[in-house]
C-alpha cells in the first residue's frame, strides 16, 4: 500500500507534465495560426498592389508612378517593422513548441521578413524612398555621345559593332556618366543599410542579406573562393586567345587593349572572337513566338503570361529586364526591351525561366511558401533555359534553321558558350567581392578598389587617370545589393540540373546539344520536384532532393570548364 501510495502522486504529476507541455504546445501553434490569418489578411492585398504598381511605374518611367510605387512599399514595410508582432514571432519561435512541419517552416519565413525591418520605421523611410529615386535614375537615364542621347541597347549595339576605338570609347565612357549621378545616393544607401544591420546584431548589410536569405556568408566565400580556383587557368587561357582576336579586329596592339573593346559596357558577356554571328539566327525571327512555341512544347505554356508583360522598348520605360509573380495566384508578368537578335532571344527565355516557376507552383501551399526555394534557385531555372539560345538543337528544332547551318558553327557555338560562361564567372568574382568589401567599408577608395579586381579577376586594365565612381554605373550594386552571387550560384545549379536532366530523365546520349525540346516530362520534373515544393524547404534540401545530391560546382567544370 505504501509503495501503491508513493507511485500514484508520481504517475499523475507526469501525467499533468505532460498534459501542461501538450497544452503550451497547442497555445503557441493556435497563437501563430490566429498571428497568420490576420498577417495574410493584411499582407497579401498589399503586396499585390505594390507590384502591380511598381511594374506599371517601370514602364511608365513617370514620376508620379514610381512615387505611387514607394508610398506602397513603404506601407508593405511598416506591416514588417511592426515591433509588437516581430516580438510575438520571436516568442513563439524561442518556445520551440511547433511541432507542424509547415506552420514551422511558415514561422521561420515570416520571422526574417521581420527581422531585417525592425529598425526606425523613419530610417526605412528613407531608404526605401531614396532607392527609388536611385531607380527612376537608372530608368530615365540616356547615355549622350556626340550630342546624341543613345539607350542601353544602343551603346551595346556600338560597343558590339563598332572596330573604331575612339567610337568605342566615347560610347563606353558615355555609359559611365550614370556612375557619377547615382554614387553620392548609393554611398548613403549603404551607410544607412550598414546603420540598421548593426543595429539588428550583423557585422554589416551585406553579411545580413545573406544570413536572412539563409545563407552563410563564410560558406559563400569559400564556394567563391573554389570557382575563383577552377575558373582563373581556363579563362586566362581564353582571354589570351580574345586579346589576340579582338586587337586584330580594331587594329591595335595587345597590350593597347582598353575596357571599351571588349563589346561590352562591364565585360560580363562573351565578346564575338569566334566565326559565328549568333544574331543572324534571329535577326528575322519573332523572339516572343519562339519563347511559347519552345515552352509550349515542354507542357510550361506561356501564352497567358505574355499577354500581360511589356516586351518592347519606349521612352522612358526601364531599359533592362525583369519577371514578378504580382499575386502568387498566377498573375506573372515580365520587362523586357526585346530586338531581334540572339541576346534577346537569351534574355525572353530567361525571364520566362523566372515566369513558368512561378507560375507553375502550388497553390495548396501556404501564400508565405509559395515563392521559390531561394532567389538563386529561380535564377538556375532562367540559365538553364536561357543558354539554349545557342544549343544547335533548340536553333534547329525550334527557331527553325537548316540543319546544315546549324552543323556547320555547332563546335564553336559552344565554345562561344563556354567563353560566355567563363566571362560571366570572373565578373561575377568582381561584383561579389566589390559589394562585400564596399559594406565592409564603404570609406575606402571605392573607385580604385573597383579596378583592381576588374584588373584581376577580369584582367582588364584600367583607363589612365580614370578615377570615376565606374562601380555606381552597375545597376545591381545601385538598386539590388547583395544579389549578384546568386547568379554565379544559379549557373551551378542549372549545370546540376542538366546533368540530372539528360541522364536520370532523358537518358541522353549527347548532353552538349540536349534542349528538352517536346519533352514535356522535363516540365514535369521541374513542376514536381523544383516549382511546387516552392520555400517548404530550404534551398539545398530541395536541391537534394531534386537531384540527388546537395549544391556541387563539379557539374558546372565537368561542362564548362574541364
Known sequence: MSRLRVVLPALVLAGLLISCGTSEKDRMTEEFKAFLTKYESTVIPQNREAALAYFNATISGDEADYTRAADLEVELTKVFANKEDFQTLKRIRDAKAISDPQLRRQLDVIYLSYLERQIDESRLEEMIRLQNENEKKFSTFRAEVNGKKLTDNEIEEILRNSTNSA?????????????????????????????????????????????????????????????????????????????????????????????????????????KIYDVDLDVFYKDKDIVELAKQYYAGLNLPIEDLVEKSDLYEKEGKYQHAYCTDIDREGDVRVICNIKPSYNWMNTTLHEYGHAVYDKFNDRSVPWSLREPAHTFTTEAIAMLFGRLASNPTWLEQVAGVPADQVEKVADVMFQSLRLEQLVFSRWAQVMYRFEKAMYENPDQDLNALWWQLVEKYQMIKKPDGRDNPDWASKIHVALYPAYYHNYLMGELLASQLHAHICGKILNSENPRREAYVGRTEVGTFLIDNVFKPGRTLLWNDMIENATGEKLTAKYYAAQFVN
Request: proline share 4%; hydrophobic share 45%.
Open 167 to 271: 567610337e568605342l570609347e566615347a560610347a563606353w565612357t558615355a555609359s559611365k556618366e550614370i556612375g557619377k549621378v547615382a554614387a553620392p545616393d548609393v554611398l548613403r544607401l549603404v551607410r544607412m543599410r550598414n546603420t540598421a544591420a548593426r543595429e539588428l546584431g550583423f557585422k554589416n548589410y551585406h553579411a545580413m542579406q545573406l544570413e536572412l536569405s539563409e545563407q552563410d556568408p563564410e560558406e559563400i566565400a569559400t564556394l567563391f573562393d573554389e570557382l575563383d580556383e577552377l575558373t582563373a587557368g581556363a579563362f586566362a587561357q581564353l582571354k589570351a586567345d580574345m586579346d589576340v582576336k579582338l586587337a586584330k579586329r580594331c587594329n591595335v596592339t595587345v597590350e593597347e587593349l582598353m575596357p571599351w573593346h571588349y563589346q561590352n559596357r562591364f565585360f560580363q558577356e562573351a565578346p
